[in-house]
């Protein structure tokens, strides 16, 4: 018998009239998928599978080098799961902001068609809407190249509890704690609102860069925390899954380790369900974890078990690395929805 997550999940009542909501907070980004070799990165000077934030210049002069022109598409760590949770049926919120130029519109557009509540969107016309560029290499994996243009914008003002009063579970992205103000504002914000807190780590240069912080935020604030082996490892000093999963795991109610291929781990309260990956033959590793929690979200919102949970994730997991970038058609989603519910 794995554990149940309901008390992490629902602090509400059980007959509450309205549907339970998720709402996310991060950086509502374009991705822009490109396919390269690893020669391309070393020749850029990046480091292969990490993400560096860049000036708009510099994201510019990169595109001008990759050999074909890039897929867009709505992206953002945060955004890509509330983009997926919405196409589960789920009521969904995010808060981010955008530019007033055409990639804000194409962004805005895709969110509300996928039924996402978009009324948090905040807006800028001083910078234009950020992008991400994804360099991806044979093996599958990504080098992100990031411009936060307007969705580095979002200030403390533009942040209060009423943003989160209806939502019953809050999913932040690890990349907003570069603005670590902000980050504070939406952590108190949400509290105060009486919501679950889920903040995933995002790339192993956040956990580094905050370090001197994560712990204790991890301890005050948020009840579930995701992370991949590379943050992991940068957070526990090991590259041992066990290891790391209890180090999480002290200072949160529940822990989550996302080992790709090899599945993932799960632990709440003192429980660890191993969870397996589903066969895939991956193309493109762009939003992998970010679809892995949405799935495993939906199933902790149906009242899942922590293994159910994680094995809605595996499927959509294991569906976009199929893919390039984190997008996928309709009929995927049809095929997602379709497995989970038997």
């Known amino acids: 018998m794995t554990p149940e997550l309901k008390h992490a999940f629902f602090p509400r009542p059980a007959d509450s009239p309205r549907p339970c909501q998720v709402i996310g907070v991060g950086s509502l980004m374009v991705d822009l998928i490109a396919e390269v070799d690893d020669a391309f990165i070393d020749d850029i000077g990046r480091q292969k599978g990490g993400m560096e934030l860049v000036a708009a210049t510099t994201l510019d002069d990169i595109l001008a080098q990759v050999p074909q022109a890039p897929t867009i598409a709505p992206g953002g760590s945060a955004a890509n799961t509330i983009h997926g949770l919405a196409r589960l049926g789920l009521s969904t919120a995010f808060l981010g902001k955008l ?34 560029l994804s360099l991806v290499t044979p093996d ?24 989160f009063r209806d939502c019953d579970y809050v999913h932040i992205e690890g990349y907003l704690l570069f603005n670590r103000d902000l980050t504070m504002a939406v952590l108190g914000a949400a509290k105060e609102a009486g919501a679950v807190v889920g903040l995933d780590l995002a790339s192993f240069e956040v956990v580094g860069a905050n370090a001197d912080v994560l712990e204790e935020l ?44 090899d599945g993932a781990r799960i632990q709440a309260d003192g429980d660890v369900t191993v969870v397996s990956a589903q066969p895939a033959v991956a193309v493109d590793t762009t939003g992998a974890g970010d679809l892995w929690a949405a799935g495993f979200l939906y199933g902790c919102m149906q009242g899942m078990d922590a293994g159910d949970a994680g094995r809605c994730g595996a499927v959509t997991g294991s569906e976009v690395v199929q893919v390039l970038g984190a997008a996928l058609a309709d009929e995927v989603w049809q095929r997602i929805q379709s497995t989970i519910r038997e």
């Open 218 to 261: 991890l301890r005050g604030y948020v009840d579930v925390v995701y992370a991949n082996e590379d943050e992991a490892e940068a957070f526990c000093g090991v590259r041992n899954p066990d290891q790391c999963l209890g180090g999480l795991a002290q200072h949160c109610d529940v822990a989550v380790l996302k080992l790709g291929a």
């Open 99 to 132: 530019g007033t130029d055409d990639n804000g519109e194409f962004y805005a557009d895709a969110f509300d068609s996928a039924g996402v509540d978009t009324s948090r969107f905040r807006r800028t016309d001083a910078l234009p809407t950020g992008r991400c």
């Open 140 to 163: 599958s994996e990504r080098t992100l190249c990031t411009d936060l243009g307007a969705s580095g914008a979002l200030t403390t003002t533009e942040v209060g509890a009423d943003d």
